[in-house]
């Protein structure tokens, strides 16, 4: 990714658009930005992050400008390739009123190609995924990689132990592997144990169940099936009798209803004869009466209107008298109007006309006053820009003649080109020797080390040999020790899990043992609960067996005792008693007993059905109790089968000690184990020691041999460095004697300072000069300005003339109208002659207005001499004279509107009572015409009536008496129908019933009977019905209780398997020693790339390497290739490897993006070098940058600033004057 353009606006202390130009400013390889504490360097890093992934990395949410609303960033960048491609990245952010906090306002990423811009992404969302598609990095992985903290690396070199483990986490991006693993198989862990004892749970509440079980119940089954079928067959025959019993008796029960019913029908034969003449009357009366209803009506409405023709009568009259009163009243006011009216009018119009004057002069006097006012403003910002301008052309000549000194004193200070080359060729020279110098004491040190090291490695060598012996032997003893203890296993570990599975389906045999026990000791409690419960039923049921046949005997008996009764009370005396023959009845019964009897029947009949319902349900009890014996027994016998083999299995063996010996065994084995596992442990820590010892040895060898190489080159370079500083002294005396100076750098101090002071100068006459061409461009604006104020003013003065004439022009017009008004003073109306006095009261006393009215005061145009002068206003008295008017006019329209009114009230009165009158006269002549017809109509009802009498046979009376609604009269004639009706139904019905019986008869006892057997039949089937429905469901459970079991089983060993897997996961990631191994392995190819890296850098002085603690050495080639521990190194040489290594993790973590990153910034970290050490850094770093790579430093020394070529430089934020500028600089 190469940087082209950012465009930051609003953001933190950048409150204007500032742009940044990356590609003049990386043009030259290595680049700076420069700024004060606060200044907002690290800003425009935000500003990058925040287009491309919309966030920054330092997660602040509030990262608009307190002095703004919105934030606007624009990123344009190239990916480089075969084909280069360039993006535009876009966002602006508003901030969010509850929260205050930057919100996404809009987003959008566009790629540059030859037919233009196309866009590629347009929300916030989008936006993001799209950058990271396109750089192949998160937004860490890019911060990571563009900005290079020095302090941070130099501190990941020296750091050890857990602090190193932890930032290697971080900076591969490793935790994922580490910690997050840990807890994500921990988790899944727990949440496969939760499972498995879930498992464990369902699998022993189906301990119960078995293929046998299964057996037992299908056996069961196919009994009861058989039982229920030939009991259903019994049942079929016994309903088919019950039905034939039913029909007969409910034939009989029907016969009897109906021969009640009949009786009760004859009783009402005489009510229904009185029924009928009453209707044959009701109907004749009905005929009658409307002939009498239209007389009594016809009587009504003539007397109301003959009372309503009295009304008419006495209101004609009063309405002739205001007739007449009307009509004298309308023409007196009509004879006014024609005469008064048009002079009034007339009038009116001439007074709108003085009152529209009187308006347009107030109106013209307004403008006129204004005109005065723009006049007066034109005359005076004449005068002033007249006097600015006088000033702008005095400063522009000062300003000149300072330009003209300064360029003066500027020639001066010009240093000539040949001697400053000279110059920075000495100043080189003279910094080559300096550094020559330098590496030759370094050399002569380096020799001195030399011998040390020699001294000391031979040393090391012979401890290191006389070690390995000892550990040697060591190694051999623990060897032997290892192989005695492997010989003395106590059991293998397939005969312990054949002990543990042996033991377990003993545990499994006893739990199941003991679960039968309680089992059936269960079923017999429940046994003899339900035998006890079967006798008191069958007492019970007996006991209800006798009641209901006592009250079917009491009911048979009293039954009999009712029909004597019901016979008795029928005969009649002379009549034949229908069982004796006898005609003398001398015990005679009344209906009230026959009554009284027939409610003790229902009574006791009531009683039976519930006494029979209630034996019902002991029936259905003691059956259901009957059912779950049979059942409680079948379940006695499983166990009792099921247990038998169980107790021989047990008889020999005891469970407890069984699992002791196993326990014991168990123990034994582990303690042979973890023995095994120290023997082991102690072999591999005493391999590795020889190992290390033996690398060790190897390594001083190493060393020594190459010693021997370094100190024979240090010899070469010494001489080498010795010939070098001599022919430099030589150089140095030959400069010195041409530029005529004894030291190069005072002398580049002078010339230094005579550039700056050079440069001021050149500053000043830039900014005079560009003073005095914005004071010639105000005073431009000045003269153009004064030019159109004085064309303003011309005009101004033409249009005040003109006004002027205009209002003379109305005054003379008001002058002769006025005249004619105030001649209405000889109009007889009171109120207008004295306003018209008033009128001429106010002209006398306005003398000015009076005057300009009658012409006596002329205008004089001011257009000669150019000059505005003020003449008189009449201001308020042109206002106090439009009250005046106005009052005068509203007299006159009233005066008008009044006479206006008069005549429209005669004129509407005469009409009312007109148009009263006629609408009377005409209600009366109605009237009189309705009487006439209404008494003929009464005479024709008249005769109506009597014919109508005459032929019904009845007078007035008897119809009134008579009468019925025809409602009623319906309601009687349905009521004799429904009887005749359901008499004929009721005979028809009795022959049918009869018909249908024929010479069938069915007793008391013989339907008790059968209903008797119908229910004992029923009983039994039911019982075995349910019996066979829970064997059924017993079945069926047991059949799905085996399914689902063969699931559990299955489930619980893929969970077992499982299990297995993630234990040894579990260990495998245990104290993160995964992430350690990533990390060692990945941390070696980044020492690799590091120590290229560095010996780039130092000129092949240093490499870097990793050792088997993933612990970074520096190797020090000056000193023969020496090990040197990274916290011995000087503060320049920890720079320069924190850099290298700086370079290798980016380069590194580059890796996962997709597009390279041309660039990267070095921030902090500099304000600790001293000159020396900022030399050799600001060296090494003009070395590493190329055309691919482009090196920016972030700091505020000002050592750096001048050895950059190119500088961004950060001006702050000022508090009214803006945010923080930025401006490109080059040396």
């Known amino acids: 990714m190469k940087p082209i353009k950012l465009v930051i606006k609003g953001l933190n202390s950048f409150i204007e658009e500032q742009t940044v130009d990356f590609g003049k400013l990386t043009d030259r390889g290595l680049f700076g930005i420069f700024g004060p504490t606060g200044s907002g360097k690290s800003t425009i890093l935000d500003g990058i992050t925040l287009a491309l992934y919309g966030d920054i990395a330092r997660k602040s949410s509030n990262f608009i400008n307190t002095n703004c609303n919105d934030l606007n960033v624009s990123f344009t960048f190239q990916i480089s390739g075969s084909v280069n491609h360039i993006y535009?990245?876009?966002?602006?952010?508003?901030?969010?009123?509850?929260?205050?906090?930057?919100?996404?306002?809009?987003?959008?990423?566009?790629?540059?190609?030859?037919?233009?811009?196309?866009?590629?992404?347009?929300?916030?969302?989008?936006?993001?995924?799209?950058?990271?598609?396109?750089?192949?990095?998160?937004?860490?992985?890019?911060?990571?990689t563009v900005v290079l903290p020095q302090g941070k690396f130099s501190e990941f070199l020296k750091l050890e132990g857990k602090q190193r483990r932890e930032m290697l986490e971080r900076l591969f991006n490793l935790q994922d592997y580490g910690e997050r693993l840990a807890q994500k198989l921990s988790r899944q862990m727990n949440a496969e144990k939760e499972k498995s004892n879930q498992l464990i749970g369902e699998l022993n509440t189906y301990d119960e169940i078995s293929e046998e079980k299964l057996n037992e119940q299908k056996g069961l089954l196919q009994e009861v099936s058989k039982a229920l079928e030939a009991a259903q067959e019994k049942q079929k025959e016994v309903e088919s009798r019950y039905k034939k019993g039913e029909e007969v008796w409910q034939l009989q029960k029907e016969l009897k209803a109906y021969k009640e019913q009949e009786q009760t029908l004859k009783n009402q034969a005489s009510r229904m004869k009185q029924e009928e003449e009453k209707l044959r009357r009701g109907e004749s009366a009905l005929k009658v009466m409307p002939f009498i209803t239209a007389c009594e009506k016809r009587r009504r409405e003539i007397t109301s209107h003959q009372e309503e023709q009295v009304i008419l009568e006495k209101k004609i009259k009063e309405l002739t008298l205001k007739k007449e009163e009307a009509e004298i009243a309308f023409k007196e006011i009509s004879i006014e109007k024609d005469k008064k009216l048009p002079e009034l009018r007339?009038?009116?119009?001439?007074?709108?006309?003085?009152?529209?004057?009187?308006?347009?002069?107030?109106?013209?006097?307004?403008?006129?006053?204004?005109?005065?006012?723009?006049?007066?403003?034109?005359?005076?910002?004449?005068e002033v820009f007249a006097t600015q301008e006088a000033?702008?052309?005095?400063?522009?000549?000062?300003?000149?003649?300072?330009?003209?000194?300064?360029?003066?004193?500027?020639?001066?200070?010009?240093i000539d080109h040949l001697i400053r080359s000279k110059m920075e060729e000495g100043l080189k020279l003279s910094q080559g020797y300096e550094f020559e110098q330098k590496n030759y004491d370094k050399s002569m040190a380096l020799q001195k080390e030399l011998d040390k090291v020699k001294a000391a490695c031979e040393i090391e060598w012979a401890k290191l040999n006389e070690a390995l012996i000892q550990i040697k032997t060591t190694l051999e003893e623990s060897l032997r020790q290892q192989e005695v203890h492997l010989s003395q296993?106590?059991?293998?570990?397939?005969?312990?899990?054949?002990?543990?599975?042996?033991?377990?389906?003993?545990?499994?045999?006893?739990?199941?043992?003991?679960?039968?026990?309680?089992?059936?000791?269960?079923?017999?409690?429940?046994?003899?609960?339900h035998e006890e419960a079967s006798k008191k039923l069958e007492i019970a049921l007996n006991k209800q067996k006798a009641l209901v046949e006592t009250l079917k005997q009491q009911i048979e008996k009293e039954k009999v005792d009712y029909l004597a009764h019901t016979l008795r009370a029928h005969l009649n005396v002379g009549e034949p008693c229908p069982v004796c023959g006898s005609l003398e009845h001398p015990m005679q019964i009344g209906l009230d007993e026959v009554q009284m009897r027939n409610t003790k029947v229902n009574d006791l009949e009531m009683q039976l059905k519930e006494e029979e319902i209630t034996l019902e349900n002991l029936q259905k009890d003691f059956h259901q109790v009957q059912a779950q014996m049979g059942a409680n027994h079948v379940s006695i016998e499983r166990l009792q089968k099921e247990k038998t083999p169980l107790e021989t299995f047990f008889k020999d063996r005891n469970i407890e000690v069984e699992e002791k010996e196993f326990t014991a065994l168990s123990e034994a084995l582990k303690t042979f184990e973890e023995k095994k596992q120290a023997f082991e442990k102690n072999v591999n820590t005493l391999k590795e020691e020889k190992n290390k010892l033996e690398s060790e040895a190897k390594q001083r060898q190493t060393i020594l041999e190459e010693n021997e190489k370094q100190y024979f080159k240090c010899e070469e370079e010494i001489k080498k460095q010795l010939l070098v500083l001599k022919e430099i002294e030589v150089q140095l005396e030959i400069l010195k004697k041409e530029v005529n100076a004894q030291d190069f750098n005072t002398m580049a101090q002078e010339i230094r300072a005579?550039?700056?002071?050079?440069?001021?100068?050149?500053?000043?006459?830039?900014?005079?000069?560009?003073?005095?061409?914005?004071?010639?461009?105000?005073?431009?604006?000045?003269?153009e300005k004064l030019n159109k104020y004085r064309a303003s003013f011309e005009r101004g003065l033409a249009?005040?003339?003109?006004?002027?004439?205009?209002?003379?022009?109305?005054?003379?017009?008001?002058?002769?109208?006025?005249?004619?008004?105030?001649?209405?003073?000889?109009?007889?109306?009171?109120?207008?002659?004295?306003?018209?006095?008033?009128?001429?009261?106010?002209?006398?006393?306005?003398?000015?207005?009076?005057?300009?009215?009658?012409?006596?005061?002329?205008?004089?145009?001011?257009?000669?001499?150019?000059?505005?002068?003020?003449?008189?206003?009449?201001g308020a008295s042109l206002g106090a004279l439009q009250i005046k008017l106005e009052n005068l006019m509203a007299i006159i329209n009233r005066a008008m509107q009044q006479i206006e009114d008069f005549f429209v009230q005669a004129e509407a009165n005469k009409e009312v009572i007109d148009k009263q009158y006629e609408e009377v006269n005409k209600q009366l002549l109605e009237i009189k015409t309705m009487l006439q017809g209404l008494e003929k109509q009464?005479?024709?009802?008249?005769?109506?009536?009597?014919?109508?009498?005459?032929?019904?046979?009845?007078?007035?009376?008897?119809?009134?008496?008579?009468?019925?609604?025809?409602?009623?009269?319906?309601?009687?004639?349905?009521?004799?129908?429904?009887?005749?009706?359901?008499?004929?139904?009721?005979?028809?019905?009795?022959?049918?019933?009869?018909n249908k019986l024929g010479d069938r008869k069915l007793e008391v006892n013989e339907w008790n009977k059968l209903q008797e057997e119908k229910q004992q039949i029923l009983d039994e089937v039911a019982g075995l019905t349910k019996s066979h429905i829970n064997l059924v469901t017993v079945v069926k459970s047991i059949e799905e209780a085996l399914a689902k079991l063969g699931k559990l089983r299955e489930e619980k060993q893929k969970i077992d398997h499982k299990m297995a897997i993630l234990t040894d996961l579990d260990k495998l990631f245990k104290g993160k020693r995964f992430v350690e191994f990533v990390a060692a392995t990945r941390l070696k190819y980044v020492s690799l790339e590091a120590s290229k890296k560095l010996k780039e850098i130092t000129g092949g002085n240093y490499g870097l390497e990793v050792d088997e603690d993933s612990k970074f050495i520096i190797r020090d080639y000056k000193n023969g290739g020496a090990k040197r521990d990274a916290s011995t190194l000087s503060g320049g040489e920890t720079f320069l490897a924190s850099l290298a290594l700086a370079l290798a993790l980016s380069a590194e973590i580059q890796l996962k993006g997709t597009a390279p990153l041309e660039l990267f910034f070095l921030d902090?970290?500099?304000?600790?070098?001293?000159?020396?050490?900022?030399?050799?850094?600001?060296?090494?770093?003009?070395?590493?940058?190329?055309?691919?790579?482009?090196?920016?430093?972030?700091?505020?020394?000002?050592?750096?600033?001048?050895?950059?070529?190119?500088?961004?430089?950060?001006?702050?934020a000022e508090s009214g004057r803006g945010g923080t500028k930025v401006r490109l600089e080059r040396s």
């Open 346 to 382: 007339l009038n009116s119009e001439k007074l709108k006309d003085l009152i529209e004057d009187n308006a347009k002069l107030k109106a013209l006097e307004e403008t006129i006053q204004q005109t005065e006012l723009g006049l007066k403003k034109l005359q005076e910002s004449i």
């Open 1164 to 1212: 902090e970290g500099f304000g600790t070098l001293d000159d020396d050490l900022l030399e050799v850094v600001m060296g090494s770093l003009e070395r590493i940058h190329n055309d691919k790579l482009k090196v920016g430093i972030i700091s505020h020394v000002e050592a750096i600033k001048n050895r950059v070529p190119v500088k961004l430089l950060l001006t702050p």
């Open 938 to 994: 009464l005479q024709d009802d008249l005769v109506g009536l009597e014919k109508s009498l005459r032929e019904e046979n009845l007078t007035e009376d008897e119809v009134r008496q008579y009468v019925l609604s025809k409602e009623k009269l319906d309601e009687i004639r349905k009521g004799i129908e429904q009887y005749k009706e359901d008499y004929s139904k009721l005979v028809g019905a009795i022959e049918a019933v009869q």
């Open 754 to 783: 005579k550039d700056h002071k050079r440069e001021e100068l050149l500053n000043l006459i830039k900014a005079q000069n560009e003073q005095k061409e914005e004071l010639i461009k105000k005073r431009e604006v000045l003269q």
């Open 88 to 144: 535009i990245v876009n966002r602006q952010f508003r901030r969010d009123k509850k929260t205050g906090n930057a919100k996404t306002h809009a987003a959008s990423v566009r790629e540059i190609t030859e037919n233009g811009e196309e866009i590629l992404a347009d929300s916030a969302t989008s936006v993001n995924k799209m950058c990271r598609e396109i750089l192949g990095l998160s937004l860490e992985d890019f911060t990571r």
């Open 489 to 529: 296993v106590p059991i293998s570990q397939e005969a312990l899990l054949m002990k543990q599975e042996q033991l377990a389906l003993g545990k499994e045999k006893w739990q199941r043992y003991e679960s039968l026990n309680r089992e059936l000791e269960g079923y017999l409690l429940q046994d003899k609960a």
């Open 799 to 874: 249009q005040y003339d003109e006004q002027q004439k205009n209002k003379q022009d109305i005054l003379m017009r008001m002058g002769g109208r006025m005249k004619d008004v105030l001649s209405l003073k000889e109009n007889k109306n009171l109120e207008l002659k004295a306003e018209l006095e008033n009128v001429l009261v106010f002209l006398k006393n306005e003398t000015l207005l009076k005057a300009q009215l009658k012409g006596e005061i002329q205008y004089q145009s001011i257009l000669a001499t150019k000059q505005y002068a003020q003449y008189p206003l009449l």
């Open 391 to 414: 000033d702008s052309t005095s400063h522009i000549l000062k300003i000149s003649e300072a330009v003209e000194r300064a360029q003066k004193e500027e020639q001066s200070l010009r």
